[in-house]
Nanobody
Framework: QVRLVESGGGLVEAGGSLRLSCAASGSVFSINTMGWYRQAPDKQRELVASITRARSTNYADSVKGRFTISRDNAKNTVYLQMNSLEPEDTAVYYC???????????????WGQGTLVTVSS
């Protein structure tokens, strides 16, 4: 079974930093685009940042200059470094990945279980 496991959420004061990690495990053949989304209370889930296998990145305007997405293809892991955090960044953060899996061969669009980030003012 292929799954995504996230870590790194928590409580931080405004202006602080956190680093999220998301690792894919199981019968992974390759991973294309990986991304981070977030969902705040009473709001829709939104894209925070994404990164292709070639490391081309895309960011939401609200996080540009503060967040950095990166990946380690050898470890099937994507990271989100979050600096200068603001109370408005408070949300559950979800990892997403487009995975080619083996046994059986199939294409998957997977989500992690979510990790809570709380930024206090």
């Amino acid at each position: 079974q292929v799954r995504l496991v996230e870590s790194g959420g928590g409580l931080v004061e405004a202006g602080g930093s956190l680093r999220l990690s998301c690792a894919a495990s199981g019968s992974v053949f390759s991973i294309n685009t990986m991304g981070w989304y977030r969902q705040a209370p009473d709001k829709q889930r939104e894209l925070v940042a994404s990164i292709t296998r070639a490391r081309s990145t895309n960011y939401a305007d609200s996080v540009k200059g503060r967040f950095t997405i990166s990946r380690d293809n050898a470890k099937n892991t994507v990271y989100l470094q979050m600096n200068s955090l603001e109370p408005e960044d408070t949300a559950v953060y979800y990892c997403n990945a487009q995975i080619t899996a083996l046994s059986p061969y199939r294409e998957l669009n997977l989500w992690g279980q979510g990790t809570l980030v709380t930024v206090s003012s």
